[in-house]
Nanobody
Framework: QVQLVESGGGLVQPGGSLRLSCTAS????????GAWYRQASGTQRELVAS???????NYADSVKGRFTISRDNTKKTVDLQMNSLKVEDTAVYLC??????????????WGQGTQVTVSS
């Protein structure tokens, strides 16, 4: 069985920084693409940043230049460094990682979400 656990959310003032971490555990053979999504109250889930298995990174226009996504296959983590946070970044942040388990099954897994609140 594979699990994803997010950490690092919390309350921060506008202009502040937070680092979210998504850690995979369980019967993992290999990690592939990783991504962070967010969902604010009353809105649809949106893709914030992704790191494809082929390399490179992608960002939503609203976070370009402020957020940085990274993946460490050795530590089995996908992190999101968030700088210059704005009130509109307030949301529940969820990670999604594509993993091949020890049975050889390739699937996408989701974490439970971590709340980020940006407020003065």
């Amino acid at each position: 069985q594979v699990q994803l656990v997010e950490s690092g959310g919390g309350l921060v003032q506008p202009g502040g920084s937070l680092r979210l971490s998504c850690t995979a555990s369980g019967s993992i053979s290999s990690m592939y693409a990783g991504a962070w999504y967010r969902q604010a109250s009353g809105t649809q889930r949106e893709l914030v940043a992704s790191v494809p298995s082929t390399g490179g990174t992608n960002y939503a226009d609203s976070v370009k230049g402020r957020f940085t996504i990274s993946r460490d296959n050795t530590k089995k983590t996908v992190d999101l460094q968030m700088n210059s946070l704005k009130v509109e970044d307030t949301a529940v942040y969820l990670c999604k990682v594509t993993i091949r388990d020890l049975r050889g099954v390739l699937a996408a897994y989701w974490g439970q979400g971590t709340q980020v609140t940006v407020s003065s």
